[in-house]
């Protein structure tokens, strides 16, 4: 049963810091990966998603890596921002039809001024 | 940002009443899903439709029903509310099934007392 773990739960860092993000999850045969950020009161937004034939993906500031093999993805923040404060979530597709996505339960990032 | 509402954003009813949420979408999107998200479970499918009329369930589909009759409607359905269904309801879209991310709606708070 494919599992899907964030760590660290909660995150804090001064303006400026680039950071790193973490999903992990049990079951390597995946479709994609998937990672969203949630603000307070709203709904997610996608920000990356990465086919399991795929290494990495890049928006902006933003890239997320896959190793599958080791069941791995991590988010990368370069420069980070006060606007970046939110709770961030990875999913992983294991039927490759969004039906089955596998949730974590996120990382609470705080960017403080 | 995706054409997506969700009614009501808040809602709070008594145990045994029936509860329909609305999702509505402008994007013209094939396929759409119904999440709750609660606390130390991350997001939870409870249904999906993959086209008019054309639904199936997900991972938390006891004591809900869905129905799309139109390309821009899922409603979801609780027909006799308990106490174990206050959460917070969120639709998604999305074009394609496993190659594009999902789209979310701002969420329905519902409690049910």
């Known amino acids: 049963k494919q599992e899907v773990t964030q760590i660290p739960a909660a995150l804090s860092v001064p303006e400026g810091e680039n950071l790193v993000l973490n999903c992990s999850f049990t079951?390597?045969?995946?479709?994609?990966l998937q990672w969203f950020r949630q603000d307070p009161g709203k709904g997610l937004t996608s920000l990356l998603l990465?086919?399991?034939s795929q290494r990495e993906q890049t928006s902006g500031r933003l890239n997320a890596s896959l190793d599958k093999s080791s069941g791995r993805s991590t988010l990368y923040i370069a420069a980070s921002q006060p606007g970046d404060s939110a709770t961030y979530l990875c999913a992983v597709d294991n039927a490759g039809n969004n039906r089955k996505l596998i949730w974590g339960l996120g990382t609470s990032l705080a960017v403080n001024p | 940002d995706a054409g997506i509402t969700q009614s009501p954003r808040h809602k709070v009813t008594e145990t045994g009443t029936p509860v329909t949420l609305r999702c509505h979408q402008t994007?013209?999107?094939?396929?759409m899903y119904w999440y709750r998200q609660d606390p130390g479970h991350g997001l939870r499918l409870i249904h999906y439709s993959y086209g008019v009329k054309d639904t199936d369930k997900g991972e938390v589909s006891d004591g809900y029903s869905v129905s799309r009759s139109k390309t821009e409607d899922f409603l979801l359905t609780l027909e006799s509310a308990t106490s174990s269904q206050t959460s917070v309801y969120f639709c998604?879209?999305?074009?394609?099934?496993?190659?594009?991310?999902?789209?979310f709606g701002d969420g329905t708070r519902l409690s049910i007392l």
């Open positions: 079951d390597s045969a995946i479709y994609n």
């Open positions: 994007e013209n999107h094939r396929y």
């Open positions: 990465i086919q399991s």
């Open positions: 998604a879209i999305s074009e394609a099934s496993g190659t594009q991310p999902q789209h």
